[in-house]
Each structure stands twice: as C-alpha cells, then as structure tokens.
C-alpha cells in the first residue's frame, strides 16, 4: 500500500515539476529580451504563489472535478515562480561584456543563447528547479484531499484516527522523496556546469534531459488514459472521517461479490460539497450520503424533522434536479449533536443545547472545519439558540476528540454514531429546538450508473435496515480506538449479516 501511493505521489510530483519547467523555461527566456513586461508577469506568478494550495486544489474541482488532473495543474502553478523567477534573473545576471564578445565574434542569437547565457545561468536555474521540486513534493500531501492518492493519503487518515504510524508513513517517504529529488537535480547542475564536462558530453547531457522530460509527459498521457473497459467499473468515494471509509468498503466488497463489475476506490478525505461535485460531475459513480445533508447543504431547504418526509424530499428533487438517486437508507441516523465531558454536564447540569447559554462565555468549541460554515451547523446555532461560544478553534475530527479528553476545548460537534463518544466518556447534549434535521445514511447513485448496471439497486439496497445507531458506533470504535483498518471492519461485518460469504 505504502509503495503504491508512493507511485503515485512521484508521479504526481515528476509530471508537475516537467510541466513547470517547460513552462518557466522558455518564459523566462522570453522575458529576458522583454524586460518592460517581466515585472508584471512574474507579479502574476507570485499571486499564483500566495494562495494556500489547500484553497487552490479545492478552487479548480468545481471546474475541473477531482482526481489527479486538478492536482496537477495546482502542483504545476506552485513549481512556477521559482523557475521562472531564478531563469529570468540569472540571465539577465550573465555578464554582459562576455554576451557583447560573442556577438562580436559572429554568434546568432540563438547561440548566444545556447553558448553563453544557458551555461553560465545554469546553476541560478537550477537552484530555482530544485526548490519547485521541493516545493511541488511537500504540496503534493493535500492532493489526497481531493481523490489525486498519493502519501497525503496516509497522512490525513493518520490524522482522523489519532494515528502517528500512518503519519509517519505517508510523512518520512515524501522527506525522503524530496531529498532524492533535490540530490538528484544537484548532480545534475554539477555535472552540467561550464567545464565540468565535455562539450560532447554536456550535448549527451542535454540530449538525456529532453528524453527525460518526453518520458514524464508520455507516461502522464498513457496513465491519464482508461485501460480495460471503464464501463464495467464502478467507482467509489466516501467523505474525510472513518464512518465514511468504512461504507466505501462495506458498497465495494458488496458490489464484488455480487456482480461481474470492477470496483475502483477512491477514498474522499475532503468534505460533502466535493464529494457530492465529483458524483455530479462522473468522476465517482456512488457514496453515502445523509438526508440532512442533502436536505440543508445542497438544496438550502428548510429543516424537516420527520425522517420519512425528508428521505421523500431529497429522492425527489434530487432526481429531478442532478438525475442522482437515493436508494434505501442503510438504518443509522448520524446526526450531529452538540458533546461535552460527562463530569461538566455534571457540575454545569447540561442535558439539552440551550443549557449551554449557562457555560458558553467560558466554554472552547472544536469543531470541523465545515460544520463552521453550514446552515445545520454553528451559523444556524447561534441564529436559533442565540448562543456563541467564547473561542472556538476548528480542527480534523481525528484530532478533536483527544483535545476535549485533554480539556484543551470544552464542546465538540460529535456524529451521533462516533465509538468515541462512549469510549471517552462524554454527553450527548439534546437539541432541544430541533437545529438539526435528521441524517439518515443511504447509497446516492448516479442515474446512468444505475442505467448501465440495473443489477446495482437490489445489491446496494441488501444494506437496507441493516445497520442502526449501535452498531455503527461499534463498527467505527474497531477503527477509531482498536486500530483495525476499514476494509477487515468492513468484511467482518458483510460476513456476520450473511452478505457475502
């Protein structure tokens, strides 16, 4: 598993960095010999530099969806400035009495070029190569929040289950990547430089680098194209916590013993609205979605307290409107809810969310980040119980439940079927004003997917009923407190209800 992602992220990073380079280089150049129009140019690229990547990756999905294409084109914005930048500038730093020497003994421009201001300039653009490749290795981490893989993978599901081994397995590898990399590219400014090598040997050199750079760029054309027949393959996603990718494997391994089809997944660490822009846009073919979250986040509607009514609601426009279809729900409700420790519930007397109005001032909430920005989330707390905290602090939800048994926060946003909740002692406080409507679990599919491969609703809907609160709980503590990975809890649990052998 480490070694595949590990595939992945030098690809991701190898096919970025050529880009960068086939773009910086010759742009660079280019300004050289218009300087008025430099500063403006390399100001533009230097935008480019100051957005957090996170934002940027998370900026083109809407437009360009998810997976390893979006990524690229972050990746390769990021790697710009410094190639672009160093060649411009070391250029124009060749001397320029040795330029005017050349000229005067004949040389074209292009020799000029090739002879005198590529050779002594080599070493500023490389230096500017090297930190684009440093740069594009540690950014390719957050890749994995929008399906690209790579070793961001292991880093963020370290993250949601407190888990500093799969830290540091998606961590040390992408060091020690980077450091390859940059020993690499120094070897090759070293043996490059002006009489280093031969003239013969420098024109191999050269000759070398391009079937390189041709090399990455057919192997992203190849990789980018499907192989097999897409049309029996079924891909699926999940969102960024562990009840998530446990359902991703719970429908794969559902799916595979049931059809003849082939089942790609792509674990989702990013939030619902990605999730649900990549179903829409075809990169993913079906997740778990809840009709709380169709209900508020997508369709901006009202909240509907009646389970039934808002599972109808959502089938129904949903249809209407993307041609997704919701198939039968899976039996949890992961509503959210508002937790605190049971001692403070207990000196506080906290049992419904408007007793919080009592401790609020004083009280620290961590949250995730997109419950901060949802109607059914603190915006629509503070607007229906007319209560803020006195800080909050927004955090991975791996990390969250340590902070509150720490006491480094006072409130989390817990999920209604987290294993942690019991695990760590802690109180579900009652929304007593109905904030939240409910968030029943069901397969969202897409139409044509389901046009395709008919057989698919009787299979996903065996899941039907099938799970409730308590189980759910139980199945996320396997992962979130026993360590087990998602796929064993996710087999274990299709074998004990008989629905695969």
Same mark, same amino acid.
């Given at each position: 598993?480490?070694?595949?992602?590990?595939?992945?992220?030098?690809?991701?990073?190898?096919?970025?960095?050529?880009?960068?380079?086939?773009?910086?280089?010759?742009?660079?150049?280019?300004?050289?010999?218009?300087?008025?129009?430099?500063?403006?140019?390399?100001?533009?690229?230097?935008?480019?530099?100051?957005?957090?990547?996170?934002?940027?990756?998370?900026?083109?999905?809407?437009?360009?969806?998810?997976?390893?294409?979006?990524?690229?084109?972050? @990746?390769?914005?990021?790697?710009?400035?410094?190639?672009?930048?160093?060649? *411009?500038?070391?250029? %124009?730093? +060749?001397?320029?009495?040795? +330029?005017?020497?050349?000229?005067?003994?004949?040389?074209? #421009?292009?020799?000029?070029?090739?002879?005198?201001?590529?050779?002594?300039?080599?070493?500023?653009?490389?230096?500017?190569? %090297?930190?684009?490749?440093?740069?594009? $290795?540690?950014?390719?981490?957050?890749?994995?929040?929008?399906?690209?893989?790579?070793?961001?993978? @292991?880093?963020?599901?370290?993250?949601?289950?407190?888990?500093?081994?799969?830290?540091?397995?998606?961590?040390?590898?992408?060091?020690?990547?980077?450091?390859?990399?940059?020993?690499? @590219?120094?070897?090759?400014?070293?043996?490059?430089?002006?009489?280093?090598?031969?003239?013969?040997?420098?024109?191999? =050199?050269?000759?070398?680098?391009?079937?390189?750079?041709?090399?990455?760029?057919?192997?992203?054309?190849?990789?980018?194209?499907?192989?097999?027949? /897409?049309?029996?393959?079924?891909?699926?996603?999940?969102?960024?916590?562990?009840?998530?990718?446990?359902?991703?494997?719970?429908?794969?391994?559902?799916?595979?013993?049931?059809?003849?089809?082939?089942?790609?997944?792509?674990?989702? @660490?990013?939030?619902?609205?990605?999730?649900?822009?990549?179903?829409?846009?075809?990169?993913?073919?079906?997740?778990?979605?809840?009709?709380?979250?169709?209900?508020?986040?997508?369709?901006?509607?009202?909240?509907?307290?009646?389970? !039934?009514? =808002? *599972? !109808? *609601?959502?089938?129904? $426009?949903?249809?209407?409107? *993307?041609?997704?279809?919701?198939?039968?729900?899976?039996?949890?409700?992961?509503?959210?809810?508002?937790? +605190?420790?049971?001692?403070?519930?207990?000196?506080?007397?906290?049992?419904?969310?408007?007793?919080?109005?009592?401790?609020?001032? !004083?009280?620290?909430?961590?949250?995730?980040?997109?419950?901060?920005?949802?109607?059914?989330?603190?915006?629509?707390?503070?607007?229906?119980?007319?209560? #803020?905290?006195?800080?909050?602090?927004?955090?991975?939800?791996?990390?969250?439940? #340590? =902070?509150?048994?720490?006491?480094?926060?006072?409130?989390?946003? =817990?999920?209604?079927? !987290?294993? %942690?909740?019991?695990?760590?002692?802690?109180? $579900?406080?009652?929304?007593?004003?109905?904030?939240?409507?409910?968030?029943?679990?069901?397969?969202?599919?897409?139409?044509?997917?389901?046009?395709?491969?008919?057989?698919?609703?009787?299979?996903?809907?065996?899941?039907?009923?099938?799970?409730?609160?308590? /189980?759910?709980?139980?199945?996320?503590?396997?992962?979130?407190?026993?360590?087990?990975?998602?796929?064993?809890?996710?087999?274990?649990?299709?074998?004990?209800?008989?629905?695969?052998?």
């Amino acid at each position: 598993m480490i070694w595949s992602l590990f595939v992945e992220h030098a690809y991701l990073s190898m096919v970025s960095i050529a880009i960068a380079i086939i773009i910086s280089v010759p742009l660079g150049i280019f300004l050289t010999r218009k300087p008025k129009i430099a500063d403006p140019i390399i100001g533009i690229t230097s935008v480019f530099q100051t957005i957090p990547s996170l934002a940027l990756l998370v900026f083109l999905v809407p437009f360009i969806g998810t997976g390893k294409v979006p990524a690229i084109i972050a @990746l390769t914005i990021y790697g710009l400035l410094p190639i672009l930048r160093n060649t *411009y500038i070391g250029i %124009r730093g +060749v001397d320029r009495s040795t +330029v005017e020497a050349g000229v005067g003994m004949g040389m074209t #421009s292009r020799q000029v070029l090739t002879m005198i201001e590529l050779p002594l300039s080599l070493s500023v653009i490389m230096g500017g190569v %090297r930190t684009a490749a440093v740069l594009i $290795v540690g950014v390719a981490t957050i890749a994995g929040l929008i399906g690209a893989g790579g070793l961001g993978d @292991l880093i963020f599901r370290g993250l949601q289950t407190y888990n500093s081994g799969l830290i540091l397995a998606g961590a040390i590898p992408s060091a020690l990547l980077a450091i390859l990399l940059d020993y690499v @590219l120094k070897k090759v400014e070293m043996a490059a430089q002006p009489g280093k090598m031969s003239k013969r040997a420098r024109k191999i =050199a050269s000759r070398v680098s391009l079937a390189g750079v041709a090399a990455v760029l057919i192997v992203a054309v190849v990789l980018a194209m499907p192989f097999g027949n /897409k049309q029996d393959t079924i891909t699926i996603t999940g969102k960024n916590f562990t009840e998530q990718e446990i359902m991703v494997y719970i429908l794969g391994n559902l799916i595979e013993e049931h059809t003849d089809l082939t089942v790609k997944y792509e674990s989702f @660490l990013g939030g619902s609205s990605p999730a649900f822009d990549g179903i829409r846009s075809g990169s993913y073919d079906v997740y778990v979605e809840y009709t709380g979250t169709g209900l508020m986040n997508y369709l901006k509607e009202d909240v509907i307290t009646d389970p !039934d009514e =808002a *599972y !109808d *609601y959502v089938k129904k $426009v949903f249809k209407e409107k *993307y041609d997704l279809v919701w198939l039968e729900p899976i039996g949890f409700n992961n509503t959210y809810t508002f937790t +605190v420790r049971q001692e403070d519930a207990d000196r506080y007397q906290l049992e419904k969310m408007s007793d919080l109005a009592k401790v609020a001032d !004083d009280f620290i909430l961590g949250s995730e980040p997109e419950f901060l920005e949802r109607k059914d989330g603190y915006p629509g707390f503070q607007e229906l119980y007319g209560i #803020s905290f006195g800080a909050v602090k927004s955090m991975d939800t791996g990390i969250m439940y #340590s =902070a509150i048994k720490n006491k480094e926060i006072d409130v989390v946003d =817990a999920f209604a079927t !987290d294993g %942690r909740i019991v695990a760590f002692n802690l109180k $579900v406080l009652e929304d007593d004003k109905q904030l939240f409507p409910p968030y029943f679990a069901a397969p969202l599919i897409r139409q044509d997917t389901l046009d395709a491969h008919p057989e698919l609703e009787d299979v996903l809907n065996m899941l039907a009923g099938t799970i409730d609160n308590e /189980k759910m709980q139980k199945l996320n503590a396997r992962v979130d407190l026993d360590k087990e990975q998602y796929e064993t809890v996710a087999i274990d649990f299709l074998k004990e209800e008989g629905l695969i052998d």
